[in-house]
């Protein structure tokens, strides 16, 4: 079967690092993206990676590695508006979406 | 980016009705769109797939009969919860793919139906 494993939920302090691991198993693979949904809104897109290595895009970087099916989302200086869930989706080899549950992340000052 | 509409935002209906959810693409034509539904706590669902043009791709366990979906231009895609219960109050979210290219996907601001 088809599966996405991230934890949770995680507690940071504002200012400080947080990394965000995700594993996958999946039919196929065409892409990992990772989401941030604050609650009672719908997701919005942070990154893609398809590629193993290491993408920044200004305070978060997302890092993928195809052989052990696993990528993290690595936030830096965090700020209280960094508080919501952040979702990690699989493109399999129907180009499918397969998401994983959300880890949600709290922002303590 | 993009920018992916959804109305209503908020809609509360009697057990029994029917409630109709409009999707659109404003600036782009969106060849295919995705239905979602989340619960609370819970991730993106995906109900179904449709394509304009063509009918609805259904994921396993959605009633179609239930979620009816018309894609009827490249800009808009409805669904419309028939005989509404309240198992079926939810978040109902949209996606809208440009192109092949799957990081073209944009997601619509949501519904919220609650069902009394």
């Known amino acids: 079967g088809q599966n996405i494993d991230q934890p949770t939920e995680m507690t940071a302090t504002e200012g400080a690092i947080v990394q965000i691991n995700c594993t996958y198993q999946?039919?196929?693979?065409?892409?990992l993206f990772w989401y941030q949904q604050h609650a009672g809104e719908a997701p919005t897109f942070l990154s893609y990676n398809v590629l193993d290595g290491l993408e920044e895009k200004g305070r978060f970087s997302s890092f993928l590695s195809r052989s052990k099916g696993y990528s993290y989302l690595l936030l830096k200086e965090l700020q209280m508006k960094d508080s919501a869930s952040y979702l990690c989706a699989v493109s399999d080899s129907n180009y499918q979406l397969i998401w994983g549950a959300g880890t949600k992340l709290i922002i303590k000052p | 980016g993009a920018v992916v509409s959804q109305h209503p935002s908020r809609v509360i209906c009697k057990s029994g009705t029917s409630v109709k959810i409009e999707c659109r693409s404003l600036d782009f034509q969106a060849t295919t769109m995705f239905w979602y539904r989340q619960f609370p706590k819970q991730s993106l669902m995906l109900m179904a797939t449709?394509?304009?043009?063509?009918?609805?791709?259904?994921e396993q366990g959605v009633e179609k009969d239930k979620f009816l979906i018309n894609h009827a231009s490249l800009t808009l895609s409805t669904l419309t919860v028939t005989s509404a219960h309240p198992e079926d109050s939810s978040f109902y979210i949209c996606?809208?793919?440009?192109?092949?290219?799957?990081?073209?996907?944009?997601f619509g601001p949501g519904t919220r139906l609650l069902v009394l």
């Open positions: 996606s809208a793919r440009q192109g092949e290219e799957i990081e073209t996907q944009y």
């Open positions: 449709s394509n304009e043009g063509s009918k609805a791709t259904y």
């Open positions: 999946t039919s196929g693979f065409n892409g």
